[in-house]
Nanobody
């Protein structure tokens, strides 16, 4: 069982920067990690994913150029940097790990393939 804990959310003004962190309970080199978000009244959407074994990343079209996903060398922490933040980035952000290891999820980022989820961290962007 992979446990994930997000941090780094909060209130930020549009145009600023934000860095979200996701701490895993174990080394996640072999497991695809994704960031998802859910805004009020909207469905959950994938925003970014990373698969360390192939050094591959994926991004939703809506966030390309503003979001950057990365991991630390120990492959325990996964980060999501947002710059510049926009009011439409307001949402709860969730970190997730793919249900099966040794599989690259970065081209699909389908939520159904992720079996481990954190509790989320709230991001609120004011204009």
């Amino acid at each position: 069982q992979v446990q994930l804990v997000e941090s780094g959310g909060g209130s930020v003004q549009a145009g600023g920067s934000l860095r979200l962190s996701c701490a895993a309970s174990e080394n996640i080199y072999a497991r695809c990690i994704g960031w998802f978000r859910q805004a009020p009244g909207k469905e959950r959407e994938a925003v970014a994913a990373v698969y360390a074994r192939r050094n591959s990343t994926g991004y939703a079209d809506s966030v390309k150029g503003r979001f950057t996903i990365s991991q630390d060398n120990a492959k325990i922490n996964t980060y999501l940097e947002i710059h510049p933040v926009k009011p439409e980035d307001t949402a709860i952000y969730y970190c997730s790990a793919a249900s099966r290891p040794w599989w690259d999820c970065t081209s699909t980022m389908n939520g159904a393939d992720f079996g481990y989820w954190g509790r989320g961290t709230q991001v609120t962007v004011s204009s």
